[in-house]
């Protein structure tokens, strides 16, 4: 029996166009196998085929307008199961679990009687203790617990006593900052298996070796720069990871990710030099990049495409992206594109980076996600570049309630293990309580000013104190270590982290900026910037690290390296080879992603007919069609930050599911219709909500897949184009320093077509700004056939070809019809420019028009009135991108500059217009700079016009008026220039400016 399929809930859409059918009589569909696509003014989807089946017949053609129930095909031997029965299934799976929530709560709101109390006053106890021996009793109990039931035990029952208080009306909330000691207590933590020994001479000369790598650059030549202070602080960090707990990526394994702080870089280098993996002689040329063999300043994948991945010097950048990072990852694993290997995400920050607000402002997304493949570990040397981070507090407190309040797990290393007998011996408790009264400031002193300075300003606030070291030389209480340069302590904590399950882990370790510098830098305030080390700080600095150096040896700043057979380079090797190979190390074994079949964009290069639509319709046209392309389907990442309905791209969310990583735990309130909100674990759409940096990140993350996880992605991001690139411009930056490989999309571009939206939302910059990135290639396609043949290019260049770009493409909302490919155009849309239409049958006077995105329909109407007005011919151009024009002529003029005996070469622009007749007038809808650039390259009378100045909200016509890109004043500037080139009389433009109502007092829209 023949089973009618007809339109379901499309909301609130009637009369719909039909603009595919995707399946014919005789074809046999699967459940969900799309039918038709349909089309409204804004927005396409396909209509997906609740039942698997044969086509009997079709009822509808490409045209056809229909509704809610329209029928669309009969479909025979179709599975019973009817969608109905599943979602009252659905309903019924869903009620308990609602229940059980619903009853959850209902029980922690105890309702008491209310019970006529006498109203109490309580004594306010402002922090003293009101009754110690009541306190005493209490900790007493807890003690018992602690000791019979353990802490977890004992943790219950104070978060029950809070609950209770709560209820009775306290609206303390449970602090989430603990006192200032390790996390992990001695008897807990885990001992590393290392030979300490030799760690430490591995270490030392890794310090060695970064700290005169600086001081010999700088010796060289003092403008190089470089910091010694900051890997300093972190050598232990890094070394502990490196010898124990970092897996490198191999043929077994995908590799763990390590963003390194940039400013440690040194530290990164000496390693690798004594691994064997750099030269002395790429040492000695450390900043020195531009004559090859040098080592970038801090880690640029772009300038050491083997060695580094993630550039992260820009502060706040390594967080966000690597929080990102460690969410794609997920997406991934949950999407079935990549084993689940456990393998971590480790971050590296600084403690003053901590204030970007990129740092922090994407934490919550990381425990709401669960990352548990995540560690942060941020050094605590409480200095950034200018003094201290946190002078009047403390740094890793409030570090902690911020990240304890988000949801991650916390693990402070602060104290080293040789505190560790001080904290069991003192049974007052004076000393954490003095712990948690220094702050920042007083501990940087303690550690600039030596051993007799802490006994008295430390310890000497209490007597008891001062007695619980009277047995201490000053020189024992100088070595009291900070938890951050204990292996045993930064071990223990990042076994620790490996081991969490369900959050990601931030490990906050104390350390002291310029350790070992001494008086040239040892946690002093211009330690950071300290790169020039005298003699006799080098000395003390080989001294103080035991290098076996003569003293003309450090006198010459030599790097130290033992011999191959030494222990400590066979430790150090070994310990690599243990954990898989080389970090950092930048490799690719992506299998390159088959460009699609040329059919997916034929339609598009046909005339749409009397078809109005915008290129953002046309764009999602195409990525619907791609994903029904089997090498490309599963690699699309589409990537929205809550605009997806501005963009007609909703129908995507029934189609390809949000990326949930708990699937969805809801029946979404527009379940009935078509397009409904459906989350999934397999969701492939990434709705990022509104955070243009994240959306930037997930961007990133997934373009640099074929390196990080040898995949290829095609990540494609969506956004308002004024949302782009000056929103996150540093982000772009560095999406191309890491050869980031995806699509850009500025939705609504320009200053006119994003109609309503007004000052803040209208771009006229976007393209510039895309232009500063020399591996961005970007364009600004009109027509559908533009679009179609851009993006394939980039697809082909991208993934056939691999090269290391990236696109960005600006597309409007506003909808008109598209004309035919005209022929043998590809070559030019790709170029920049290509001749689209010719009026050339009046006559003498000629002018040549040169339009892009949203103003080259106003220049083609220009050239109608130019020629049936006034009998001058055109030749229009559309100039799919000024950038790519520009680079040509930048790279031709250069190349005939370096060759002056040769026959200069033609810019592709003079190839253009050499040989044409007429000056030159060109208009977009950016700030005239846009067009201008490829002024320089052409020898002809050149006049650009765009939209310079605020936005404001208007309808289209009287923005364009405003900025003076309409046809109107086109044809009114044309005729202007032309008359001033002495080609025809005044008279016409004065004609025309009467005509068109041109006020030629209205000021310049800049000043408006
Ligand atoms: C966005 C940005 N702003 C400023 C700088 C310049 N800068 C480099 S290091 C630094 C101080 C870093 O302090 P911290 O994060 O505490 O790192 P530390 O060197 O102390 O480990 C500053 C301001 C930068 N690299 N990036
Ligand atoms: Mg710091």
Redesign the pocket.
């Known amino acids: 029996m023949a089973t009618e399929i007809s339109v379901p809930d499309i909301g609130d859409f009637e009369s719909i166009e039909i603009i595919e059918v995707l399946v014919k009589p005789g074809d046999v569909i699967n459940k969900n196998d799309p039918i038709v696509t349909l089309e409204s003014d804004k927005s396409s989807v396909e209509v997906p085929s609740p039942l698997a089946g044969k086509i009997s017949s079709l009822k509808v053609k490409i045209g056809d307008k229909v509704s809610k129930g329209s029928v669309l095909v009969l479909i025979e031997d179709a599975e019973t199961k009817s969608e109905q029965k599943s979602k009252e299934q659905k309903k019924e799976d869903i009620l308990p679990e609602t229940e059980k929530i619903i009853k959850q709560a209902e029980q922690t709101i105890v309702q008491k009687p209310k019970t006529e109390s006498p109203k109490k006053v309580y004594a306010r106890p402002n922090g003293s203790d009101i009754d110690p021996i009541e306190t005493k009793e209490w900790l007493d109990s807890l003690d018992a617990v602690i000791s019979k039931d353990g802490s977890d035990r004992a943790h219950y029952l104070l978060k029950k006593l809070i609950d209770e208080t709560y209820k009775e009306g306290s609206h303390r909330p449970l602090t989430r900052i603990t006192p200032y000691i390790n996390t992990i207590p001695p008897e807990s933590e885990i001992k590393s298996p290392g030979d300490q020994n030799i760690e430490r001479r591995i270490r030392s000369l890794i310090r060695w070796n970064a700290a005169a790598m600086v001081v010999k650059a700088n010796k060289k030549n003092p403008e190089l720069g470089g910091?010694i202070?900051?890997f300093a602080?972190?050598a232990t960090l890094y070394d502990v990871g490196m010898n124990h707990f970092w897996r490198a990526k191999n043929n077994k394994f995908g590799g763990d990710l390590i963003y390194f702080?940039?400013?440690s870089a040194p530290g990164m280098y000496a390693r690798a030099f004594l691994e064997g993996r750099l030269t002395e002689k790429q040492l000695n040329n450390f900043r020195q990049e531009v004559d090859g063999e040098g080592l970038s300043s801090y880690p640029h994948p772009w300038l050491m495409p083997k060695f580094w991945q993630f550039p992260i010097?820009?502060?706040?950048l390594g967080s966000i992206m690597s929080i990102y990072q460690a969410r794609f990852t997920k997406y991934l694993i949950n999407r079935g594109l990549l084993k689940d290997e456990d393998r971590k995400i480790w971050t590296f920050l600084?403690?003053?980076?901590m204030d970007?607000p990129e740092s922090l402002g994407a934490i919550g997304l990381a425990s709401r996600e669960k990352l548990d493949n995540l560690i942060f570990v941020i050094?605590c040397?409480l200095?950034?570049?200018d003094g201290p981070?946190r002078g009047n507090g403390k740094i890793i407190q409030e570090l902690e309630g911020i990240f304890r309040g988000a949801g991650w797990n916390v693990i402070k290393v602060i104290w080293g293990s040789y505190w560790d007998h001080l904290l069991a011996k003192d049974k007052s408790g004076l000393l954490i309580k003095r712990m948690n009264e220094c702050v920042d400031g007083e501990y940087q002193a303690f550690k600039a000013k030596g051993g007799a300075y802490v006994r008295e300003n430390f310890f000497g606030k209490y007597s008891k104190l001062k007695e619980l070291v009277s047995t201490m030389t000053d020189g024992d209480i100088w070595k009291l270590n900070r938890g951050g340069h204990d292996p045993h302590k930064v071990y223990a904590a990042y076994d620790a982290a490996m081991k969490t399950k369900g959050q990601p882990t931030v490990i906050l370790a104390k350390t002291i900026?310029g350790y070992g510098m001494g008086k040239s830098g040892e946690s002093i305030n211009i330690t950071?910037q300290q790169k020039k080390l005298g003699e006799e700080d080098l000395l003390y600095y080989r001294d103080r690290f035991d290098i076996p150096l003569t003293d003309k040896q450090v006198k010459n700043v030599e790097f130290y390296k033992p011999g191959e057979k030494s222990e400590e380079i066979k430790y150090l090797k070994e310990r690599r080879m243990m954990l898989g190979g080389n970090i950092p190390e930048r490799t690719s074994y992506a299998k390159p992603i088959k460009k699609p079949s040329k059919d997916i964009f034929k339609s598009m290069l046909k005339s749409s007919g009397e078809h109005k639509m915008s290129t953002t319709m046309v764009l999602v046209r195409m990525l619907t069609s791609l994903l029904r392309d089997q090498n490309i389907a599963s690699k699309l990442v589409p990537i929205i930050p809550d605009e997806a309905r501005t963009f007609g791209m909703e129908g995507f969310f029934q189609k390809i599911g949000i990326y949930a990583h708990e699937g969805q735990k809801y029946e979404p309130v527009d379940s009935e219709q078509l397009s409904f909100y459906r989350e999934d674990k397999k969701g492939q759409v990434l709705e990022e909500g509104i955070t243009e940096a994240g959306a930037m990140c997930s961007w990133i993350a997934a373009g640099t897949a074929y390196t990080n996880h040898d995949l290829e992605m095609i990540p494609i991001y969506l956004f308002y184009s004024m949302f782009g690139f000056q929103r996150v411009m540093d982000f772009a930056w560095a999406a191309g320093d890491a050869q980031t490989r995806g699509f850009l999309i500025g939705a609504t571009s320009g200053k006119t077509t994003l109609a309503g939206e007004g000052l803040q939302h209208q771009d006229g910059h976007s393209h510039l700004l895309a232009s500063t990135i020399p591996n961005c290639i970007s364009y600004d396609p009109t027509f559908s056939y533009e679009l179609a043949i851009i993006l394939q290019e980039g697809l082909r260049r991208m993934h056939d070809k691999q090269e290391n770009i990236f696109y960005y493409i600006t597309v409007m909302n506003e909808n008109y019809q598209h004309p035919e490919m005209p022929k043998d155009c590809e070559k030019g849309i790709l170029k920049g420019m290509y001749l689209f239409k010719e009026f050339n049958n009046k006559g003498k006077t000629k002018i040549q028009l040169l339009g892009c995105g949203a103003i080259l329909r106003e220049i083609i109407a220009a050239a109608e009135i130019l020629s049936k007005d006034y009998n001058i011919d055109s030749d229009v151009w559309s100039v799919t991108s000024f950038n790519e024009l520009r680079n040509d002529g930048m790279k031709i003029e250069r190349k005939n500059l370096l060759n002056p005996g040769k026959k200069p070469e033609k810019s592709y622009i003079e190839k253009c217009l050499g040989n044409k007749e007429g000056l030159i007038v060109a208009a977009s809808d950016y700030i005239k700079t846009y067009a201008d650039q490829i002024r320089p390259y052409i020898s002809r009378s050149f006049y650009s016009f765009g939209t310079d100045g605020y936005g404001r909200s208007d309808g289209r016509k009287n923005l364009r008026k405003f900025f003076e890109v309409d046809k109107e004043y086109i044809v009114t500037y044309a005729l202007s220039a032309l008359a001033k080139e002495q080609l025809i009389s005044s008279k016409y433009a004065e004609e025309a400016m009467k005509k068109y109502k041109i006020d030629k007092d209205k000021p310049i829209p800049t000043v408006l």
Request: glycine letters at 20%; a negative charge.
């Open positions: 910091h202070g900051t602080s972190a702080q940039g400013h010097v820009s502060m706040g600084g403690d003053g980076e970007e050094n040397n200095q950034r570049l981070v900026k950071h």
